[in-house]
């Protein structure tokens, strides 16, 4: 593979013999692969140079791996990866919820950490001519340059947060459920226990300016899943 078509990946860890196991392996498949080892050098490399991914570390000194995700999503919508040592449930959906776009324990497997990558970077390339502008009221939704306007201003939206969007207003009318979202978004094996879905929700209400308790957009429907309500033209 051409250098200039390998995907480029920021690895900002401060675990160095990890990032030497990490780099060797993931530019033996074909990526290319620099390292910062604190989050405030990885924040501004992140930045001022062109990536298609980022694995993030939680736990990181100068800056820890969600103020530097914070920052980054101010200004930035590449893809995350976030990785994480921590056995909380809530560490992992507190940085779902600041934008990033899937997580991996430091327990993963090179097969995994793999798949995940190409995943990720895959939904944020994803673009397709068959696939039309949806409009949905005063939501309109480009999956070919990849924005949502609402009512005419630009939402901030993470590449899992978009991709979940059009999934659901693309079936305006008809409930999915978390397990189609899961394989048909995060296009990975359901698990019980994750809560992406459910994050990326609660962005998406939060950014639409949806009442889940008189939802104008997304309905929960009790042990089936979500809906996105038919909108008027």
Request: charged fraction near 30%.
């Amino acid at each position: 593979m051409d250098s200039q078509d390998s995907p480029r990946l920021l690895l900002i860890e401060d675990d160095i013999r990890l990032c030497r196991l990490v780099k060797e392996y993931l530019e033996g498949v074909g990526f290319v692969v620099s390292m910062e080892h604190n989050g405030v050098a990885g924040l501004s490399r992140a930045l001022s140079q062109p990536f298609d991914a980022i694995i993030l570390d939680l736990m990181l000194p100068g800056l820890d791996g969600l103020e530097v995700l914070r920052r980054l999503r101010q200004q930035s919508t590449i893809p995350v990866l976030m990785l994480t040592g921590r056995a909380e449930e809530s560490d992992r959906i507190v940085g779902l919820e600041l934008g990033a776009d899937d997580y991996l324990p430091k327990t993963f497997s090179t097969r995994e950490l793999l798949a995940r990558l190409r995943a990720v970077i895959r939904r944020s390339r994803q673009s397709s001519p068959e696939q039309k502008t949806v409009v949905a009221g005063d939501l309109e939704i480009s999956p070919e340059a990849r924005t949502a306007t609402l009512a005419g201003l630009p939402l901030s939206l993470t590449s899992h947060e978009f991709d979940l969007l059009f999934a659901l207003a693309r079936a305006q009318g008809r409930v999915l459920s978390r397990e189609q979202l899961l394989l048909d978004v995060a296009e990975r094996d359901f698990e019980v226990f994750d809560r992406s879905i459910d994050v990326a929700i609660s962005g998406l209400r939060r950014k639409l300016g949806d009442d889940p308790r008189a939802p104008r957009w997304i309905e929960t429907i009790r042990s089936a899943g979500y809906l996105f309500k038919k909108q008027g033209s």
